[in-house]
């Protein structure tokens, strides 16, 4: 049967989130460094789409491309280990620690870092032909985003702020489910179906991912955006961060964990 029952894909989410911890550290690196090259690609393509068509959902609609490739690579990014790599801690796995845990998450968000930055200063090169002239059109609408998404922000103050750290937790409550959506399924077309339907909505909602904000401020600020690195830094990454950890933990990891593995007595008839 290539569909799996909640319990039977819950399971593997258990155990994905202890062999992440478990992992070693060079493959947990390059893992999330590839993760994060591909979704700033698929990022690229997105917004390249959009300006090219006029129409923004279109490049919502295809965006889920690099998620599919990433996760069918077995790659790693931060959004699906904040859900996942917890649950052997809930789990009681055997030498699994918090410690632990937060080790794995330190080296994915690092791996994913150098992977979208790497990728930003790929396309600034691209957008500007070596830096030799005014970025093309996508590259002035990558700007415009960086600015938009961090001063944007900032205009509003506290409510700004509270309104980023829920476009994160909505942002990573669809993704996380993209990262389980690969597990419900043992074929290939039957995973890209099911990541592909909440990263499709997530990015045509314009919520909030820390790992495609470390491609799109970066190459913002490198191609001339108005805004600084403390304006992303705090406008931004951070609380989208936190967002995104309470979303992909809260909404996803836990739910399910508690619902289908740790199931409350029946009832009695």
């Given at each position: 049967m290539?569909?799996?029952?909640?319990?039977e894909?819950?399971?593997?989410?258990?155990?994905a989130?202890?062999?992440?911890i478990?992992?070693a550290?060079?493959?947990?690196?390059?893992?999330?460094?590839?993760?994060?090259?591909?979704?700033?690609?698929?990022a690229?393509?997105?917004?390249?789409?959009?300006v090219?068509?006029g129409?923004?959902?279109?490049?919502?609609?295809?965006?889920?491309?690099?998620?599919?490739?990433?996760?069918?690579?077995?790659?790693?990014?931060?959004?699906?280990?904040?859900?996942?790599?917890?649950?052997?801690?809930?789990?009681?796995?055997?030498?699994?620690?918090?410690?632990?845990?937060l080790?794995?998450w330190?080296i994915?968000?690092?791996?994913?870092?150098?992977?979208?930055?790497?990728?930003?200063?790929?396309?600034?090169?691209v957008f500007?032909?070596?830096?030799?002239?005014?970025?093309?059109?996508?590259?002035k609408?990558i700007a415009?985003?960086?600015?938009?998404?961090?001063?944007?922000?900032?205009?509003?103050?506290?409510?700004?702020?509270?309104?980023?750290f829920?476009?994160?937790?909505?942002?990573?409550?669809?993704?996380?489910?993209?990262?389980?959506?690969?597990?419900?399924?043992?074929t290939?077309?039957?995973?890209?179906?099911?990541?592909?339907?909440?990263?499709?909505?997530?990015?045509?909602?314009?919520?909030?991912h820390?790992?495609?904000?470390?491609?799109l401020?970066?190459?913002?600020l490198?191609m001339?955006?108005?805004?600084?690195i403390?304006?992303?830094?705090?406008?931004?990454?951070?609380?989208?961060?936190?967002?995104?950890?309470?979303?992909?933990?809260?909404?996803?990891?836990?739910?399910?964990?508690?619902?289908?593995l740790?199931?409350?007595?029946?009832?009695?008839?």
């Amino acid at each position: 049967m290539s569909y799996l029952i909640p319990s039977e894909f819950v399971t593997k989410m258990v155990d994905a989130g202890e062999s992440k911890i478990f992992m070693a550290t060079r493959d947990a690196l390059i893992r999330a460094y590839m993760a994060g090259a591909i979704l700033a690609i698929a990022a690229v393509f997105a917004v390249t789409v959009a300006v090219q068509t006029g129409y923004p959902i279109i490049g919502a609609i295809l965006f889920p491309v690099g998620f599919c490739i990433l996760y069918l690579m077995g790659f790693d990014l931060l959004t699906g280990v904040f859900a996942l790599s917890p649950l052997a801690l809930f789990d009681k796995r055997p030498g699994v620690t918090l410690g632990g845990v937060l080790k794995n998450w330190g080296i994915v968000f690092v791996g994913n870092f150098l992977g979208a930055l790497t990728v930003a200063v790929l396309m600034s090169i691209v957008f500007t032909y070596g830096f030799s002239t005014e970025p093309n059109g996508v590259g002035k609408v990558i700007a415009g985003i960086g600015e938009a998404r961090t001063l944007g922000y900032k205009e509003y103050g506290a409510g700004g702020m509270l309104t980023i750290f829920i476009r994160g937790i909505l942002c990573n409550w669809m993704v996380s489910l993209g990262v389980v959506g690969a597990m419900v399924s043992t074929t290939v077309s039957g995973k890209v179906i099911a990541m592909w339907m909440p990263i499709m909505l997530f990015f045509g909602m314009g919520f909030e991912h820390s790992v495609v904000n470390m491609f799109l401020f970066p190459s913002a600020l490198i191609m001339g955006g108005n805004f600084s690195i403390a304006d992303y830094l705090i406008w931004n990454e951070l609380p989208v961060v936190l967002g995104n950890l309470l979303g992909g933990l809260g909404l996803t990891g836990l739910t399910l964990y508690a619902t289908h593995l740790r199931t409350g007595p029946k009832r009695a008839h």
